[in-house]
T-cell receptor, first 116, second 115 residues
Framework: AQSVTQLGSHVSVSEGALVLLRCNYSSSVPPYLFWYVQYPNQGLQLLLKYTTGATLVKGINGFEAEFKKSETSFHLTKPSAHMSDAAEYFCAVRALIGGSNYKLTFGKGTLLTVNP | GAVVSQHPSRVICKSGTSVKIECRSLDFQATTMFWYRQFPKKSLMLMATSNEGSKATYEQGVEKDKFLINHASLTLSTLTVTSAHPEDSSFYIC???????????FGPGTRLTVT
């Protein structure tokens, strides 16, 4: 079984400040990890993903995340927040559940607000 | 990139009626499609997984007779909410994947309101 915990349902930063959104996971198999962004009344857009290989993953819009197996973490960061980054962010873990089937398990989401 | 569409984007229906939501992969063949439900200010809850040509696999607690899923082709899956009630009001999101090791591409969602 797998699960995702996002620490902080709401994070508020000033424009230009560092963004740090926390995600911890549990998985009984090597995980694939994802960060998605959701703008109001829209679907999810993939920011970045970790599958195998390099543990520091760069995504779109200047975001990056680092997979730390020892800490079971996959925190999302951006050096300088922009007003357009204000949205809901979801961390997700994917694992095979048997045969060729797999599923994504999402965290509860973190709402990022950016103050001018 | 891969594009997934949903139709309609918003629908209002009366209690007791049925409503169908379509999910289409526009530029790739989706062997697997997923249906999620999202409550206000909540995470996405996987409802069911469907493989083209097979019966959908429903998550525990999801009524398969109420939420009918059909994945008749490699580009289309439908979710039918039967005998809708106000508590079925929610944001429904589909996603599509072209294989086990490929990522899911999400549709824009459908806002269902049952009056």
């Amino acid at each position: 079984a797998q699960s995702v915990t996002q620490l902080g349902s709401h994070v508020s930063v000033s424009e230009g400040a560092l963004v740090l959104l926390r995600c911890n996971y549990s998985s009984s198999v090597p995980p694939y990890l994802f960060w998605y962004v959701q703008y109001p009344n829209q679907g999810l857009q993939l920011l970045l993903k970790y599958t195998t290989g390099a543990t520091l993953v760069k995504g779109i819009n200047g975001f990056e995340a680092e997979f730390k197996k020892s800490e079971t973490s996959f925190h999302l960061t951006k050096p300088s927040a922009h007003m357009s980054d204000a949205a809901e962010y979801f961390c997700a873990v994917r694992a095979l559940i048997g045969g060729s089937n797999y599923k994504l398990t999402f965290g509860k989401g973190t709402l990022l607000t950016v103050n001018p | 990139g891969a594009v997934v569409s949903q139709h309609p984007s918003r629908v209002i229906c009366k209690s007791g009626t049925s409503v169908k939501i379509e999910c289409r992969s526009l530029d790739f063949q989706a062997t697997t499609m997923f249906w999620y439900r999202q409550f206000p200010k909540k995470s996405l809850m996987l409802m069911a997984t469907s493989n083209e040509g097979s019966k959908a696999t429903y998550e525990q607690g999801v009524e398969k007779d109420k939420f009918l899923i059909n994945h008749a082709s490699l580009t289309l899956s439908t979710l039918t909410v039967t005998s809708a009630h106000p508590e079925d009001s929610s944001f429904y999101i589909c996603s599509a994947s072209s294989g086990v090791y490929y990522e899911q591409y999400f549709g824009p969602g459908t806002r269902l309101t049952v009056t």
